[in-house]
Nanobody, 125 residues
Framework: VQLQAFGGGLVQAGDSLSLSCAASGGTFRGYSVAWFRQAPGKNRMFVAA????????VYADSMKGRFTISRDNAKNTLYLQMNSLRPEDTAVYYC???????????????????WGQGTQVTVSS
């Protein structure tokens, strides 16, 4: 499956932004998908994940209550709604997909075989 992330940009602290990730070349509904991010000079880290059936979502602690992950299998698209953005949310955001990740590994980068190219989110103070 091929993934392409969209929607990044420059916003101010406190603003909201919605990211999308369009999937092609595979049966999207069969994949669990996730968002990761990488800030300048830092390792890539987990943001949120959603199982193939949309029944299970997982968030990194710092994103709980501010970010919402969702998917539309009919549109082959993954979303990330980000509210109350902070300067520390500045990063390149990547979407990723896996056909066989177990729930306990949803936050692990190594569980995902397919990655999008990333979209830059910059939050100014």
């Amino acid at each position: 499956v091929q993934l392409q992330a969209f929607g990044g940009g420059l916003v101010q602290a406190g603003d909201s932004l919605s990211l999308s990730c369009a999937a092609s070349g595979g049966t999207f509904r069969g994949y669990s998908v996730a968002w990761f991010r990488q800030a300048p000079g830092k390792n890539r880290m987990f943001v949120a994940a959603i199982k193939w059936n949309s029944r299970n979502t997982v968030y990194a602690d710092s994103m709980k209550g501010r970010f919402t992950i969702s998917r539309d299998n009919a549109k082959n698209t993954l979303y990330l709604q980000m509210n109350s953005l902070r300067p520390e949310d500045t990063a390149v955001y990547y979407c990723a997909a896996s056909s066989s990740v177990v729930h306990s590994s949803l936050g692990s980068q190594t569980a995902y075989a397919y990655w999008g190219q990333g979209t830059q989110v910059t939050v100014s103070s």
